[in-house]
């Protein structure tokens, strides 16, 4: 993805033959890949976001990599007026793979390497989020 156009795909050796593709030697994962960060530090994403909810923790696996439904359990922080407010458990969050993707407003320059990934904080607009 470059200027939020996807400009590839990761393929194994069976996903691009079935696509008339080549593969990108992709079979097992994502290796080596780092998520560009603009600007914003984490503190700023959060202002931007203005009001929502500061994830840390997700819970459990609820991918459908059919339909891209995406819905997990969360643990964070909620967020109003640009500031955390107060810690949130035992949430759930919804949404859409497709939908989340063209939905990242920023990502941040508190880049963070776990294992062959790298990536900043993503903001992400408009996901269901539910629990009391």
Known sequence: MKEGVLRGYFLGSYSARKLGMKTTGSAGGNHNLILQGGDLDLP???RK????????ELIGFGVNLVTGDYSRGAAGYWVEGGEIRYPVEEITIAGNLRDMFRSILAVGSDALTRGSRTTGSILI??????GN
């Open 44 to 46: 700023a994403l959060i």
């Open 49 to 56: 976001m203005r009001r929502g909810l500061l994830v840390t």
């Open 125 to 130: 607009d408009g996901m269901t989020i539910a």
